[in-house]
């Protein structure tokens, strides 16, 4: 079992930055060898991949934030992070935290990024 809890969201007004974190604990076997990820979720769409990073630190990123956005994981503390940069409105959503290992999946319960005047 694996456990996720997002923070470092809120209100940010456009052009301002956010750092988010993803604090996993459990299964230190599954976890050192999860592919951590995060999504998000706009009001009425699906929920779409924003960023990934493997066990080994290759990261993949979604055309719409890349140059903005970074994700990286810092094994040690079992923490992955989603610094966010240059926020347009177009990135309000809940972001979601994933660590994915086959066949384990496990989320978190998401954290609001708010990007308005």
């Known amino acids: 079992q694996v456990q996720l809890v997002e923070s470092g969201g809120g209100l940010v007004q456009p052009g301002g930055s956010l750092n988010l974190s993803c604090a996993a604990s459990?299964?230190?076997?599954?976890?050192?060898?999860?592919?951590m990820g995060w999504y998000r979720q706009a009001p009425g769409k699906q929920r779409e991949l924003v960023a990934t990073?493997?066990?080994?630190?290759?990261?993949n990123l979604i055309d719409s934030v890349k140059g903005r956005f970074t994700i990286s994981r810092d094994n040690a503390k079992n923490t992955v992070y989603l610094r966010m940069n240059s926020l347009k409105p177009e990135d309000t959503a809940v972001y979601y935290c994933?660590?994915?290992?086959?066949?384990?999946?496990?989320w978190g319960q998401g954290t609001q990024v708010t990007v308005s005047s």
């Open positions: 994933n660590s994915r290992f086959t066949p384990y999946d496990y």
């Open positions: 459990g299964d230190i076997f599954i976890l050192k060898a999860s592919s």
């Open positions: 990073i493997t066990s080994g630190g290759s990261t």
